[in-house]
């Protein structure tokens, strides 16, 4: 019988006592239901079970809300999947430094994920050209074919990747596309390699799909890079997926083809396992470094799930476009979430998108100048951080982030703030004392680092770095060993 399909009832009606049996159901016979079907063609008997099904349901959950001393009873508990879900540490050094910008003191912030740059002109008139033409409407669920076939020609051209318009899926933003395909390909059990330092999202992504996230610890020393003998080292029966970012979020690393090419060989001894190589930061590279795609590796097309994305490159974090390539099976598998869930992208960002990849490989000028300057800037950060004590530092060769260590100053403690622990402590003593936005590494998964993001002018850098140099030079070592 479709029970699920008939959901409720109107119990405005004086309530009856809860029947035993369905033959003593005294619910009122003008119940009234909403339902996918009608009850018209139901039998006299099945009408009965179902309003007798449907009081009795009703009739417990009014009982558990009755005002009890005027308070209602509710049931807060939360999907587990949910509860076990962490908060972003980037967001908690957020709200810290918005409540003292808004309590009228000047934070610079160098906690940001995204370009300080406006969305190129081009982009943008595209976007309003669309407004006013009246494209406004929804899109097929995978994105217009005319946004998936651009983004078919910059695979090829840019990446040496061949794929289809049916092996792309376009959706709001990277993170979904990232969500949508650990959800497809994950089971309960499953476990997601996920070398850290990590892009905040990843591990609890496979906490959603319940599996579990697999942390692999990497080494300054090795530029925060997976290494084979690691990747090696921790592949189990139950490997399922390994994350890949590059150019790396947090740490800048971009991985060389030739240890691709020694992780694709490993990969390749393990049928159950694929690799999701998160590439959003592809254009923002800094020579002599060069990107590879982990799909464009021998034997690597068919177990890779590539995404990408328009946030960073393009500067269109708000517009929220990113996509998939895959296979084709697992490209319908992340469809069919995303057409129960948001459906297709905004018609209007996927005309932005497509004006986007027409600026030129890999973005053309417009691109090249957001690059020119994030690395003015990275150079300008690096000479400053590697002239600071104790600090250590790889270099990165991508993105826009710094990811130096700090734990030199662990143990110290400065006057009217206390001891310095760990990276979270002295993340707030630089936003009070230096009043300068950075996020702790444990978000990352790496305790004893800090990441600086350089999506900021050349001169907030250097009246950060004043500010953070002075800060440091007010620790002391404490009277108190640390724990
Ligand atoms: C490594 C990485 N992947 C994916 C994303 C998500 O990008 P989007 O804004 O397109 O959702 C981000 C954003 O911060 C990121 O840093």
Request: net charge positive.
């Given at each position: 019988m479709a029970m699920a399909t008939c959901d409720i009832m109107d119990f405005r009606n004086p309530q009856p006592a809860l029947c035993r049996k369905e033959s003593d159901c005294r619910a009122p016979s003008q119940a009234w239901f909403t339902g996918?079907?009608?009850?018209?063609?139901?039998?006299i008997s099945t009408k009965r079970a179902l309003i007798c099904k449907q009081w009795q349901r009703l009739k417990l959950v009014a009982e558990a809300n009755k005002a009890e001393n005027g308070r209602a009873i509710v049931d807060t508990s939360l999907n587990p999947r949910v509860a076990a879900l962490r908060p972003s540490k980037t967001m908690v050094i957020a709200d810290y430094a918005t409540a003292l910008v808004e309590s009228g003191i000047p934070v610079i912030r160098l906690a940001a994920g995204e370009p300080d740059f406006d969305t190129p002109k081009p982009i943008v008139e595209a976007g309003t050209k669309a407004i006013q033409n009246g494209f406004t409407r929804y899109t097929p669920n995978a994105g217009t074919l005319e946004l998936r076939k651009a983004i078919c020609h910059k695979l090829q051209e840019e990446n040496g990747l061949a794929y289809s318009t049916d092996e792309i899926l376009v959706s709001n933003g990277a993170k979904q596309s990232i969500l949508q395909a650990v959800l497809a390909v994950c089971s309960p059990g499953d476990e997601v390699i996920i070398p850290a330092p990590f892009w905040v999202s990843y591990p609890e992504m496979a906490r959603l799909a319940d599996a579990t996230p697999k942390i692999v610890q990497t080494a300054l020393l090795d530029d925060f890079l997976l290494t084979p003998e690691k990747l090696e080292s921790v592949l189990t029966e139950r490997s399922r997926l390994i994350i890949l970012c590059t150019p790396s979020n947090p740490t800048g690393s971009v991985y060389p083809r030739e240890t691709l090419q020694k992780l694709a060989k490993i990969v390749a001894k393990h049928p159950r396992l694929l690799v999701l190589s998160d590439e959003i930061y592809e254009h923002i590279m800094y020579k002599p470094a060069s990107h590879t795609s982990f799909a464009s590796l021998p034997g690597m097309r068919e177990r890779t799930l590539t995404v990408n994305g328009f946030s960073k490159a393009f500067a269109m974090t708000g517009w929220r476009l990113g996509y998939l390539a895959a296979p084709k099976h697992f490209v319908t598998a992340c469809g069919r979430i995303q057409s129960q869930s948001t459906s297709g992208a905004s018609s209007i960002s996927q005309k932005a998108g497509v004006a986007a990849l027409g600026l030129g490989y890999a973005g053309g000028e417009e691109v090249a100048l957001m690059v020119k300057a994030f690395k003015e800037r990275r150079d300008f950060l690096v000479e400053r951080l590697q002239a600071l004590d104790g600090v250590k530092l790889s270099v990165p060769q991508g993105a826009f982030y710094l990811f130096p260590d700090f734990s030199a100053y662990f143990g110290l403690e400065a006057e009217g703030f206390g001891k310095i622990h760990d990276a979270e402590s002295l993340c707030k003593y630089f936003l009070e004392k230096a009043r300068v936005a950075l996020v702790p590494g444990d978000a990352f998964g790496n305790s004893s680092c800090i990441r600086i993001s350089y999506a900021a002018s050349l001169d907030s850098l250097r009246t950060a770095m004043d500010s953070l140099e002075k800060a440091l030079s007010l620790l002391q070592p404490s009277a108190v060993p640390l724990r």
């Open positions: 996918s079907y009608s009850l018209q063609r139901l039998s």
